[in-house]
């Protein structure tokens, strides 16, 4: 896997299914084959509809040639959309697009490769999966986390996940999950007192990535977090997409100098908006004008 230009390639759909109760595997077949590197996303347009004039954002979970394999949940008219399209429909594939995860080798400077803790919640699957399959390594943790058993997608996490349910509801019987969020599985499982430092990588709801950054915070752990801000262009043009900079010189964008970031570039104060949409963070403590966007 290799980084490289992004492509924008036309495909059609080859196959669509249920992996969970909510969580589609999608895979296109596209013109010419291309690459990724695990973190990076690909802008996706089924065309057609009028729901999909904008091109939506997806982790990719998984490259074969000219195959791409995505996952996601519909949570809207996109989405929605696509959850209902056939094979053979047509695609235009955009990517791959940012940043991507930091490989095991990328130590810090004078340090071996640490340990990695893995934290998934949702559809922030995808880029976790495609790192443990490419780097994973003996003593990597890998935490998934769900709302209940039915939201889980076993098949995929039965490489080696352990996994939380907020609802021990649809659990299979054979399965042992536990319940809570997935901060607190990594809580119960490394114990309060300092393990071995770790490198944290986490992608999921933005509640879990502040919960994440906070863990690893009291750790002094390194972190990385991938944020899945809504998008325009997902190149970096329409500065659609700003995460606020720690250093309060301005902003990042998650498409183009993420979506991976380091954690504590991030200003979490004045980052994303309040758990149910409004009111916007700024109201609850962030002094940043709301649409000041130069970098
Ligand atoms: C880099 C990146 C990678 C992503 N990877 C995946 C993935 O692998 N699988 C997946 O299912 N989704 C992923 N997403 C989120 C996905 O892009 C959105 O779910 C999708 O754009 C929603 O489109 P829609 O038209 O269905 O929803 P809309 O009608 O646009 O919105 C419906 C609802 O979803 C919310 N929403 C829309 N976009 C986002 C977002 N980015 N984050 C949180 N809430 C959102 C809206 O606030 C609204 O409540 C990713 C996003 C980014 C930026
Ligand atoms: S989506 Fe356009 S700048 Fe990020």
Not at 18 to 36: A, C, K, T
Not at 77 to 96: E, Q
Not at 119 to 143: F, I, K, N, S, T
Not at 200 to 229: H, I, M, N, Q
Request: hydrophobic residues 40%; contains cysteine.
């Amino acid at each position: 896997m290799t980084t490289s230009d992004p492509w924008r390639l036309v495909g059609e759909v080859e196959s669509l299914g249920l992996v969970s109760s909510s969580m589609y595997e999608l895979v296109v077949g596209l013109e010419d084959v291309v690459s990724f590197r695990p973190g990076q996303f690909c802008m996706l347009n089924l065309g057609g509809g009028r729901e999909m004039v904008l091109s939506r954002p997806f982790s990719i979970l998984a490259v074969d040639g000219n195959r791409v394999t995505l996952l996601f949940k519909a949570v809207g008219s996109g989405t929605r959309a696509m959850a209902t399209c056939k094979p053979g429909a047509p695609v235009v594939f955009l990517g791959p697009l940012g940043q991507p995860f930091p490989s095991p080798d990328t130590a810090t400077a004078g340090q071996t490769a640490p340990r990695h803790l893995l934290l998934a919640g949702g559809v922030g699957l995808p880029p976790l999966l495609a790192w443990q399959r490419a780097w994973g390594r003996e003593g990597d943790l890998y935490l998934f986390g769900g709302r209940d058993g039915g939201d889980v997608p076993w098949s995929l996490v039965s490489e080696g996940w352990r996994c939380s349910v907020d609802r021990h509801v649809d659990v299979p019987r054979n399965v042992d999950a536990f319940v809570g969020n997935v901060v607190e599985l990594a809580r119960e499982i490394l114990g309060s007192v300092d393990d071995e430092p770790r490198r944290v990588l986490a992608c999921g709801p933005l509640a879990l990535l502040r919960a994440v950054t906070a863990f690893a915070g009291e750790r002094g752990w390194d972190c990385r977090v991938s944020v899945e801000e809504r998008m325009g262009c997902g190149y970096g043009v329409c500065r659609g997409c700003v995460v606020p900079r720690a250093d309060g010189e301005g902003y990042l964008t998650a498409c183009h100098d993420g979506p991976v970031l380091a954690a504590d570039a991030i200003d979490w104060k004045c980052f994303g908006r309040a758990e149910g949409g409004s009111p916007p963070v700024s109201a609850i403590g962030c002094n940043r004008p709301e649409q000041d966007t130069k970098s």
